[in-house]
């Protein structure tokens, strides 16, 4: 794919410097040079001419002209020929202005709208949109990428005002509880206990859960994450998660089950793969249970793959396009899980940002058997060719840690 692109990107290059601004430019003004060298030699050797013809035929044998009459004729054809010098100069000139004059209003009428386009985007104006010229060439292409950038800014501005506003609401609810409940404690409406301090101390994790999980997505979008990859195998990282979460998955009813073939080496950081990892689990957890959850992993010629796969609902059609997007819930009303754990809304988002941070990356998608199956791509690292052996690994409900 890669490979293709760039072939494509040489091929569009080579086109451009044929038919690119630069192209045009430099046969332009070769046919002006061309056509004012050829109007001097004309006009040049026209007046030579004619020159010549005025006193041919006195030029004979029997004739015989004194210094005067050769000076007087010498002089007058001098005068004819600058003469009609000047005027093929001065003809070349108004020829190079007019055709410069076509070239420039061409070149500066784009230009200009950029200018203006430009103008109205500094000035708040999202929506700018110009025209594209015609001509296959370098200010088309500035055209079509200027237009991609505002729709790009656009985007950016919804998304951002979207953000905030899922922020706020996201921050709105755990604060008005605390609020509430401790409004209540003041009035004497809510006794101050062990439960009610519970409570509060619930909704203070959920912030402290939020703002923790909005830091990580921005340093992992940001590229300012730290990591310290290392080699690990796929097998142990997929049963390292289910022993983890096999208590939540007996109180959740679900089977957890590692297939995956032994050894599949990765180049990722142990931490944060976990982490992605736990984050896709507890979605399982939360949306899909009871129910068997399929925790794989294999190699292809693409990369090594881990997959996790519930046999829970899937995804209806619009919660699959916007799977990963922040704060964004399938179900609003189910916001905690049944063990009543708080959530972000941030967990896909953070998971696809820390394996795209180390060059992988995830998709979700509704298996052909039923279920959604979220699948981590990494690149195998060179030198270590995947091994065909497999193993299973399963964590019954009736198991504990």
Request: glycine share 8%; net charge positive; no cysteine.
């Amino acid at each position: 794919m890669r490979e293709r692109w760039r072939q494509g990107r040489a091929a569009r290059r080579a086109h451009h410097r044929r038919r690119g601004l630069r192209a045009r430019l430099t046969r332009m003004f070769a046919l002006v040079a061309i056509l004012a060298v050829v109007l001097t030699t004309v006009l040049t050797v026209g007046a030579t001419f004619r020159v010549l013809a005025q006193f041919g035929p006195g030029v004979g044998a029997d004739t015989a002209w004194d210094a005067a009459t050769w000076q007087q004729v010498a002089s007058g054809a001098g005068r004819s020929i600058i003469r009609s010098a000047v005027q093929a100069a001065f003809l070349s000139a108004l020829l190079a202005i007019f055709v410069a004059g076509l070239v420039t209003r061409q070149l500066t009428r784009p230009l200009a709208r950029l200018a203006d386009g430009a103008e109205r985007l500094r000035a708040g104006d999202r929506s700018v949109q110009l025209p594209i010229p015609p001509r296959q060439d370098e200010l088309r292409d500035l055209t079509a990428t200027f237009n991609d950038l505002t729709l790009s800014l656009a985007r950016q501005e919804a998304w951002r005002r979207g953000l905030v506003a899922d922020i706020a609401h996201d921050l709105r609810t755990p604060l008005a509880v605390l609020r509430s409940e401790i409004e209540a404690m003041q009035d004497g409406v809510q006794p101050l206990d062990g439960a009610a301090l519970a409570r509060l101390h619930g909704e203070v994790l959920l912030l402290a859960r939020l703002v923790t999980d909005l830091r990580t997505l921005s340093l992992a979008e940001s590229g300012a994450l730290s990591l310290e990859p290392r080699l690990l195998d796929a097998e142990e990282a997929l049963r390292g998660l289910a022993e983890a979460y096999s208590v939540r998955a007996v109180e959740a009813g679900v089977t957890l089950t590692v297939h995956a073939s032994s050894p599949l080496p990765l180049h990722v950081d142990s931490d944060r793969l976990r982490q992605a990892l736990g984050n896709i689990l507890d979605n399982a957890l939360r949306y899909a249970a009871p129910g068997p959850v399929k925790l794989s992993a294999w190699a292809d010629g693409e990369g090594t793959h881990l997959s996790i796969r519930d046999d829970g609902p899937g995804f209806r059609p619009d919660d699959l396009a916007r799977a990963f997007e922040r704060f964004y819930r399938a179900d609003a009303s189910r916001t905690r899980d049944p063990q009543g754990r708080a959530s972000s809304g941030l967990g896909l988002a953070i998971a696809r940002a820390l394996v795209e941070a180390q060059g992988g990356r995830l998709a979700a998608r509704n298996h052909p058997e039923g279920g959604a199956e979220f699948t981590l791509t990494f690149p195998v690292p060179s030198g270590e060719p995947p091994s065909p052996q497999t193993r299973m690994v399963t964590r019954a409900p009736s198991s504990s840690r």
